[in-house]
């Protein structure tokens, strides 16, 4: 809710300061040629709807990898409870602390791939602990082992394809062209009188509030928080309100 309350207020504050701004304020540099304002038109637009539409793509498969490495750990948990009890309680134990970064208020969707992590390792550890133990495996019990691993090496996949995907930023000289771009059809809008014309103010401030939130926009799709969720968020809590017995 305070997500969007945020997203609403913001806009709503632009729209209104520049109206009466655009309505009260006397003309105070020449106008622009709107042949110019066309041009920064076409490239912003054309630079952030690019942008936009990676950066929704990178967002789409990022939520998909995160949904299979979770589901993952799942089907982990859930298939270590066909070969011992115990050893279900150990994974469980495993999974609270990969998902601990939840505690933090900072924590973003990759809080695992920033700092060094030992889930698989210790997953893998688990599943070597139990053959080591000399746990008598019935033929079945040793087919959930075998797709546990397949469902491991499948989850180290997934990390590697992670990695490049959060790396996959817009870089610093591309803000700075959509910075200068927005700049620039921001003068081109003040220039134009609008003293005391209701429908022009209107349109005036219309269209800077639309520059910011179009910006803004694309700033939170880059930071991955344009939803009040992080990616991954809803799935990570599917699984700890298994472990918890919720579900």
Do not use: C
């Not at 920064?40 to 936009?52: K, P, Q």
């Amino acid at each position: 809710m305070k997500y969007f309350n945020i997203n609403i207020i913001i806009p709503a504050v632009i729209l209104i300061g520049s109206f009466f701004g655009f309505y009260y304020q006397e003309n105070l540099i020449q106008e622009i040629s709107k042949e110019y304002m066309g041009i920064l038109i076409f490239f912003f637009a054309t630079i952030t709807g690019v942008f936009i539409s990676r950066q929704g793509r990178r967002y789409n498969l990022i939520v998909g990898e995160l949904t299979n490495f979770n589901g993952n750990l799942s089907f982990q948990y859930r298939n270590m409870e066909n070969i011992d009890k115990k050893y279900q309680e150990n994974l469980g134990v495993i999974i609270k602390k990969h998902f601990s970064y939840f505690e933090n208020d900072n924590y973003s969707w990759d809080s695992f791939l920033k700092v060094k992590t030992t889930t698989l390792t210790d997953i893998n550890s688990l599943h070597m602990e139990i053959m080591e133990d000399g746990v008598d495996l019935n033929k079945l019990q040793s087919h959930f082992i075998n797709r546990s691993q397949a469902s491991l090496l499948d989850m180290h996949k997934i990390r590697k394809n992670l990695v490049p995907l959060m790396r996959e930023k817009i870089p610093i000289n591309n803000w700075i062209i959509i910075g200068f771009l927005s700049i620039g059809l921001l003068i081109s809008i003040i220039s134009f009188n609008s003293q005391f014309n209701l429908f022009e103010s209107l349109l005036k401030s219309l269209f800077t509030t639309s520059i910011f939130s179009l910006t803004l926009t694309l700033f939170k799709m880059n930071k991955l928080n344009f939803y009040e969720e992080m990616p991954g968020e809803s799935s990570a809590k599917d699984i700890l309100d298994i472990i918890d017995g919720k579900k």
